[in-house]
């Protein structure tokens, strides 16, 4: 039963009460009981005080108006000039202060500046300051060559129209998503993306302007100071007007044009900053955000993580996380999360909430003023792209048609749009086609432009981090958007046969026309999507693709079974679609540009694709299903059964005619029915009947094995593969067991393959490799592996015995069964038999000679050539990690850059674990890791750590 729906009206209550939504008032009830502190502790100017002052130039207007803290010092303050009633702490040299972003602060005191009306805590440094007027400055603040001004909100009624954009206001809006207003928020400092969303989205609510006017009722009396404070550690340096401002500590200040009447957030290393002759008026800015390089933002809120810069125009928005407007205009909209404006553009009346999109050079997407007001409005679907040179008109609805592409130079009608992943292009109308109506092809993104849909999936992975809030999804194949695609699908199959469909035919179409041929296709990229999605749900917080059903509960439907067979093949062809996308760019590159190749990365070289193959690749080829295998026939297509040991059915043949370098296993599925009779057949140790039901949180012991479980001592002998998965997996005592004789000959590529799979992800593979290997089996079948026992190392450096014990004991220390780091301990030294040995290198050029030989012996057992390429990768450079803290970052960056290296760096530690050595030099790698991904986040900075020089010319 689904829990009762939360009113919106309650939803708002639930997040304005959230003591992180208090955290603004809290901030200012601080500085404001600490301001009243300092005038009461702080006396008027001695005599003494008051001739050294007049000594060092200083001048005021009434020294009995000059109140001095208990250690102020009359040396640190020179040629600056007092009015009014000012109130200083002290400069006192030694106090602590805190440093916003690597900002370097004078030393405490004050110099060259004017104050009037001002309370000055300790550990101050101004520093030429024309005016500062009215403001509580914070412990430790720096603040040079800058003018602020405060001024009682009475004084202001002269002059209103100065004050129009106030986000201290309670009668101020910001009207995002129309201009006109109807989608009106108000200035919370605090505010969220969720809370925003349920605001615009129930404007005449009743409840819910209820909640909201007594929340700002209420922040109105207790954030009454919050224009004149200035918080500690703010940073604030050449600013031509800083008027009427809240400035949380940690902030910084370089250069900014002006700020009025603003909010300025931060944490505690999560500072704002405004530079570059950026002007703000009205404006809450929560922690982390940057406006610079000439950027103007009014009447707006920049949520946590977002920014402008490069001459953005940015007035009554709401800018949520990982959105940055650059050289383009935005008014009146709400902009979810990575929305890129990083081009000249307009954008105007959009509420965009679920973000993601795009909006190229020269875009128009603010064509809302017909001949009377501009009130209309666009709401763009989540992933939207809006190429070169667009023009959108308006009314406009694109939410459900997300990640649809309005290539260049296309101009759109006003429409509603209901078909995801589309391209929007212009082409010459057939006959019978209005001439304003454009091309559509549904699905076209699925179908030809996966890897944009892929690439997008790992940015935002990437980019995510804590401003974006934790029920973010980055990944475009989700519930969400299943629900859009599925409508989509239905309305697809409903159509006719016919050479074209128009609007008529089809409303979900728009004001677009769509081909005879593009339907099909269509169709079929939405089912693979729709498959995609389910598949993902089954499989949710499972390292396989895996079904365990009590047969008396809830036993999976022939659906169900079907749907996890289907997802498991689409997994297989899933990355070669993805990288084909890529191929034909590549290809049309070439074609054009003469040295393209040698420019620009191989599709297969990219580290998006090699980190979409990695993680395919880790859902395993292997289903259990409480079906049997009648039902299974019945749904099946070409199934081969009776399979192999252990499984009752594959699906789906190998290559094996292709050449071996491009022998691929996927897609092939191996089945195992989990029917009454036992999970495997009957000559098999019945300890493999022993399951564990995830669902039921229960064991399923239909053959009474625990006691076995208990002994861990087998009770019956069983064959020798079976056993030695029993031991690794259970920690079994062979025992009698231990004579079983070995096959010599006659077991298949894939049986063996699949043993060793299921011996490295068990806890135990260093017991069953022992076994194997005195039994005989791994001198058949696994050749180049015996060697390793007949190569001593040198006891000096490896005293646990020779390269075969090494490897054993390097995968006691493993933390995770992960296949491939598996597979690259056991290998890692396999070359090592292979090299030369001297007095200077014991085994020269062992790593580079050990991933040839792992890359002969895994595709021998068929292994993907992903798999394959990933463990030649950990082998080749597995002594790497030791020297990156020597190397040149031009050198190791590469290295560092790719997928797998957080796997090297496992191997490494293993490889170091497993000798006298120890850790060390693994936590030194890490450290060394962890400052290059530090600098390589940080635009400030070069890979190596160094401050960058960035010069802004207005």
């Not at 050990?850 to 002594?879: C, N, P, W």
């Amino acid at each position: 039963m689904k829990p009762p729906k939360i009113a919106a009206h309650e939803n708002i209550a639930s997040i304005l009460s959230n003591s992180d939504m208090s955290r603004f008032v809290k901030d200012v009830a601080l500085l404001s009981s600490r301001r009243q502190e300092l005038i009461q502790r702080c006396e008027p100017a001695g005599k003494d005080q008051i001739q050294v002052l007049k000594a060092n130039g200083n001048s005021c207007e009434d020294w009995r108006q000059l109140l001095l803290g208990p250690s102020f010092d009359p040396e640190l303050v020179h040629g600056s000039q007092f009015f009014g009633k000012c109130i200083l702490m002290g400069p006192i040299a030694e106090q602590t202060r805190l440093a916003g972003a690597g900002q370097a602060l004078f030393p405490p005191g004050i110099y060259n500046s004017s104050l009037q009306n001002c309370v000055v805590d300790c550990g101050v440094a101004l520093y030429h300051c024309t005016e500062l007027v009215g403001y509580y400055i914070g412990q430790g603040c720096s603040i040079t060559a800058s003018r602020l001004v405060a001024t009682a909100p009475e004084l202001r009624l002269e002059s209103p129209e100065l004050y129009a954009a106030d986000a201290l206001s309670p009668m101020n809006l910001v009207e995002a998503g129309l201009e006109t207003g109807g989608r009106s928020l108000p200035f919370i400092p605090e505010m969220t993306l969720e809370l925003a969303r349920l605001i615009a989205e129930n404007p005449a609510d009743p409840e819910c302007l209820k909640e909201i006017a007594q929340a700002i009722a209420v922040r109105q009396v207790q954030t009454a100071d919050a224009y004149r404070l200035i918080g500690p550690g703010s940073c604030i340096s050449h600013c031509r007007l800083l008027r009427n401002s809240f400035v949380a500590g940690t902030t910084v200040i370089d250069g900014a044009e002006y700020i009025t009447e603003s909010v300025l957030l931060s944490a505690a290393d999560n500072g704002s900053r405004v530079s570059g002759g950026a002007g703000l008026a009205g404006v809450i800015l929560q922690e982390s955000v940057t406006v610079s390089t000439g950027a103007r933002v009014r009447s707006s809120i920049l949520l946590s993580g977002s920014g402008a810069e490069e001459g953005a125009r940015i007035r009554d928005c709401l800018i949520a996380g990982g959105t940055v407007v650059a050289a383009g205009e935005a008014t009146a909209s709400f902009l979810g999360p990575f929305v890129g404006m990083h081009h000249s553009s307009l954008l105007i009346a959009a509420y965009w909430p679920d973000g993601r999109g795009n909006i190229g050079y020269g875009a128009n997407v603010g064509s809302n003023h017909t001949s009377r007001m501009p009130d209309q409005e666009i709401h763009p679907g989540e992933g939207m792209f809006f190429g070169l040179d667009t023009v959108v008109k308006f009314p406009a609805h694109f939410r459900r048609a997300p990640y649809t592409v309005v290539a260049s130079g296309v101009t759109t009608l006003p429409q509603r749009l209901e078909l995801p992943f589309s391209l929007i292009l212009e082409d010459a109308p057939p006959a019978g086609v209005h001439a304003g109506l454009t091309r559509i092809i549904p699905g076209w993104m699925l179908r030809d432009n996966m890897y944009a849909v892929i690439r997008s999936e790992y940015k935002l992975k990437r980019r995510a981090g804590p401003f974006v809030g934790h029920g973010f999804d980055p990944s475009p194949f989700r519930q969400e958007i299943a629900v859009y695609v599925r409508w989509a699908l239905e309305r697809l199959r409903s159509l006719p046969e016919a050479d074209l469909h128009l609007p008529k035919d089809l409303a979900a179409l728009g004001k677009n026309y769509m081909r005879k041929d593009d339907l099909s296709p269509a169709i079929a990229a939405y089912e693979d999507y729709l498959v995609i999605v389910a598949g993902r749900e089954l499989t949710r917080a499972k390292d396989r693709a895996k079904i365990v059903e009590d047969v008396e509960e809830s036993p999976p439907s022939q659906e169900q079974q079907q749907l996890l067979l289907r997802y498991t093949e689409l997994l297989g062809t899933f990355p070669e679609r993805v990288a084909a996308s890529r191929h034909k760019d590549m290809e049309r590159g070439k074609r054009i540009i003469p040295d393209y190749e040698c420019t620009h990365a191989a599709p297969e070289d990219e580290q998006i694709l090699q980190q979409f193959r990695l993680e395919i690749d880790k859902e395993r080829e292997q289903v259990e299903t409480r079906a049997d295998l009648v039902e299974l026939v019945r749904i099946v297509d070409d199934p081969d059964f009776p399979g192999i040991n252990g499984w009752d059915m594959a699906v789906g043949r190998p290559d094996y005619s292709a050449p071996i370098v491009h022998t691929q296993i996927s897609p092939r599925v191996y089945i195992r029915c989990l029917e009454e009779r036992g999970v495997f057949p009957q000559e098999d140790p019945k300890i493999f009947s022993f399951l564990y039901d995830p669902v039921g949180g229960r064991y399923l012991d239909k053959q009474g094995v625990y006691h076995s479980l208990r002994k861990r001592k087998l009770e019956s002998p069983g064959d020798l593969c079976s056993t030695a998965v029993l031991i690794s997996r259970y920690g079994f005592d062979p025992g009698s067991n231990a004579a079983i004789n070995c096959p010599q000959e006659g077991l298949p590529v894939e049986e063996q393959r699949l043993l060793l799979g299921d011996i490295l992800t068990g806890r135990h593979p260093e017991r069953a490799l022992d076994f194997l290997l005195e039994t005989g089996f791994i001198g058949i079948f696994w050749q180049g592996l015996p060697a390793m026992d007949l190569t001593e190392h040198s006891k000096e450096h490896h005293p646990e015995g020779n390269v075969w014990r090494h490897t054993l004991e390097a995968l006691r220390y493993r933390k995770t069964t992960d296949l491939r780091l598996s597979l690259a301990i056991l290998l890692h030294d396999i070359g090592k038999p292979l090299s030369s040995r001297s007095e200077e290198n014991e085994f020269e050029s062992h790593a580079e000679i050990g991933a040839k030989a792992a890359t002969r012996f895994l595709r021998h057992l068929g292994y993907r050539e992903s798999v394959v390429q990933d463990v030649h990768f950990l082998i080749r450079y597995h002594m790497f990690p030791g020297a990156i803290s020597r190397m040149p970052v031009h050198r190791s960056g590469p290295i560092m850059s790719n997928p797998l290296f957080p796997l090297l760096l496992e191997l490494y530690r293993c490889d170091l674990s497993s000798t006298w050595r120890g850790p060390e030099g693994y936590y030194k790698a890490c450290r060394t890791y962890r400052s290059f991904l530090k600098n390589n986040a940080n635009p400030f900075r070069d890979a190596e750590g160094k401050k960058l020089l960035r010069l802004y010319v207005e």
